[in-house]
């Protein structure tokens, strides 16, 4: 496995092998890596003749109050997981290298960045877009891999290369979770014990939303009100960002339950904002 840390470096390779005609998996993450990322990766393998994995703490989708410096970083340990995991190439960029001084262009989907996680972080998603495409610019992959933990992210990155006619085909991968059902994210460090012991109550709340909507509830607001009472009794040192029901792909808020949907919630737990989601199936 080579690791590059210049975005001329990371071109001249992502140009050699779309010369040769392979086919490249990019997965983009911010390092500090667990299970899932390792789950992305494994796939990646499975289907592309390279593999390269983007490690890059973007500033550009951190708020001024949110967790930059202290976001948790590992380079030695992450590098050996790509390595082991069978990566041909990790980017691991300075924010210099990504971002000169004078940088002024910005990707947006403003339709799908204002709602759930973009109303309490309102630039985030152009930092992401914006990053995104950077590096399928830079690395030039055939299919590029995310997680379906950050939902939102996901839609917006679907939206995104469908409108500028992007040839990256994006793939979304399950939420790994531990054993209690607690989605993995690095931010769980973040967690004192006490937290981490109620942290799982946010997918029992959701399993909850997709037994009330497998049972035949079709009012949006009923099990929006109904995981809220939950949460409340059972998570109660969470603070709530959302809780919502949403179109899976537009992302727009639904009433009533005509196809599938997607509850979405964000709650505060001390020093962590944790993020999950469920697909509601409705039959017929
Ligand atoms: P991050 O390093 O947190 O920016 O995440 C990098 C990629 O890993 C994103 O596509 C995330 O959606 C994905 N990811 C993060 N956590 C999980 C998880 N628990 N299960 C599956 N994918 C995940």
Same mark, same amino acid.
């Given at each position: 496995?080579?690791?590059?840390?210049?975005?001329?470096?990371?071109?001249?390779?992502?140009?050699?092998?779309?010369?040769?005609?392979?086919?490249?998996?990019?997965?983009?993450?911010?390092?500090?890596?667990?299970?899932?990322?390792?789950?992305?990766?494994?796939?990646?393998?499975?289907?592309?003749?390279?593999?390269?994995?983007?490690?890059?703490?973007?500033?550009?989708?951190?708020?001024?109050?949110?967790?930059?410096?202290?976001?948790?970083?590992?380079?030695?340990?992450?590098?050996?997981?790509?390595?082991?995991?069978?990566?041909?190439?990790?980017?691991?960029?300075?924010?210099?290298?990504?971002?000169?001084?004078?940088?002024?262009?910005?990707?947006?989907?403003?339709?799908?960045?204002?709602?759930?996680?973009?109303?309490?972080?309102?630039?985030?998603?152009?930092?992401?877009?914006?990053?995104?495409?950077?590096?399928?610019?830079?690395?030039?992959?055939?299919?590029?891999?995310?997680?379906?933990?950050?939902?939102?992210?996901?839609?917006?990155?679907?939206?995104?290369?469908?409108?500028?006619?992007?040839?990256?085909?994006?793939?979304?991968?399950?939420?790994?979770?531990?054993?209690?059902?607690?989605?993995?994210?690095?931010?769980?460090?973040?967690?004192?014990?006490?937290?981490?012991?109620?942290?799982?109550?946010?997918?029992? %709340? &959701?399993?909850?939303?997709? *037994? #009330?909507?497998? $049972?035949?509830?079709?009012?949006? =607001?009923?099990?929006? !009100?109904?995981? /809220?009472?939950?949460?409340?009794?059972?998570?109660?040192?969470?603070?709530?960002?959302?809780?919502?029901?949403?179109?899976?792909? %537009? &992302?727009?808020?639904?009433? *009533? #339950?005509?196809? $599938?949907?997607?509850?979405?919630? =964000?709650?505060?737990? !001390?020093?962590? /904002?944790?993020?999950?989601?469920?697909?509601?199936?409705?039959?017929?």
């Amino acid at each position: 496995m080579r690791i590059v840390h210049t975005p001329e470096a990371l071109q001249a390779v992502g140009m050699e092998w779309r010369r040769q005609g392979l086919k490249v998996a990019l997965v983009p993450t911010m390092g500090y890596y667990h299970e899932g990322h390792a789950s992305l990766i494994r796939y990646a393998r499975s289907v592309a003749d390279k593999v390269i994995v983007s490690l890059f703490v973007n500033p550009a989708q951190f708020g001024p109050n949110e967790d930059l410096e202290a976001y948790p970083r590992d380079l030695e340990r992450d590098s050996a997981l790509v390595r082991e995991l069978g990566g041909d190439l990790l980017y691991a960029p300075d924010p210099a290298g990504m971002y000169a001084s004078d940088h002024a262009t910005w990707v947006e989907v403003p339709a799908l960045a204002g709602t759930l996680c973009g109303v309490s972080r309102p630039i985030h998603f152009r930092g992401v877009c914006t990053v995104v495409m950077k590096l399928f610019m830079l690395a030039q992959p055939s299919l590029a891999v995310f997680g379906e933990k950050d939902w939102q992210q996901l839609a917006i990155i679907r939206k995104m290369v469908a409108d500028l006619n992007v040839s990256v085909e994006i793939v979304g991968r399950p939420i790994v979770r531990e054993a209690d059902g607690l989605a993995l994210s690095s931010r769980n460090v973040y967690l004192t014990a006490g937290e981490r012991a109620q942290a799982p109550q946010l997918r029992k %709340s &959701l399993e909850m939303a997709a *037994r #009330l909507a497998a $049972d035949g509830e079709r009012d949006a =607001a009923v099990i929006v !009100g109904a995981v /809220r009472a939950y949460l409340t009794a059972h998570l109660p040192a969470g603070e709530e960002d959302y809780i919502a029901v949403v179109d899976p792909a %537009s &992302l727009v808020r639904v009433e *009533r #339950l005509e196809g $599938d949907a997607l509850c979405a919630l =964000a709650f505060r737990l !001390g020093k962590a /904002r944790l993020i999950d989601n469920i697909l509601l199936k409705v039959e017929g």
